[in-house]
C-alpha cells in the first residue's frame, strides 16, 4: 500500500521527545508524503495549531502531559471550529478503558496504545490511514 497522490499531514502533541522521533520514523515508513508536526505539550498544541498554515489531516495526542493532559488539549481542539472535524487520536502506553471511554465522550475519533516498536506503531498508522480511506491499492 502507498499514500495516494496527496500530502498528508499529521500532528502529534507529547512530550516525551522520543515519542516524537518514533512517530515520525514510523510514518516515514508510509511515504515520503506524509508531514508531520510536533508540539511537547497542550499547551504548545494550540498556539502551533493557530500558527499553522494547513490544517492537519490527523491529530494524534498523549493523554499524560505537563501543564495540560490529553483530554483537556482535545476538548480545547474541538471548541475550535477550523479543527473541530478533524480525526483526533488519543495516544498513551496504557490502555485505561476509563480514560478511553472519557476520550471518545470528548469526540476522540479512537485510542491508540504506544506500541512497543515503530513496525508495530507503522502498521498501526497505516491501519487508521485504511480506515480513513487515504491508502490507495497500487
Same mark, same amino acid.
Given at each position: 500500500? !502507498? ?9 502529534? #502533541? ?52 505537563? !501543564? ?13 471550529? !477550523? ?46 490511514? #485504511?480506515?480513513?480511506? #487515504?491508502? #490507495?491499492?497500487?
Amino acid at each position: 500500500m !502507498r499514500l495516494n497522490n496527496t500530502t498528508l499531514n499529521c500532528f502529534l #502533541v507529547d512530550d516525551d521527545l522520543d515519542d516524537q522521533e518514533i512517530f515520525g520514523m514510523a510514518l516515514i515508513g508510509l511515504g515520503d508524503s506524509i508531514k508531520c508536526f510536533f508540539a511537547n505539550d497542550g499547551v504548545h498544541a494550540l498556539e502551533k495549531l493557530h500558527d499553522l498554515s494547513s490544517i492537519p489531516d490527523f491529530i494524534f495526542i498523549d493523554m499524560n502531559m505537563p !501543564r495540560m493532559n490529553g483530554l483537556q488539549c482535545l476538548q480545547e481542539i474541538k471548541k475550535i471550529d !477550523r479543527f473541530s472535524q478533524i480525526p483526533i487520536y488519543m495516544f498513551s502506553t496504557a490502555a485505561d478503558p476509563k480514560a478511553i471511554n472519557e476520550s471518545k465522550k470528548l469526540g476522540a475519533a479512537d485510542f491508540l496504545v504506544k506500541p512497543t516498536n515503530i513496525s508495530d506503531l507503522t502498521t498501526a498508522l497505516e491501519t487508521i490511514f #485504511v480506515r480513513s480511506q #487515504v491508502y #490507495v491499492n497500487h
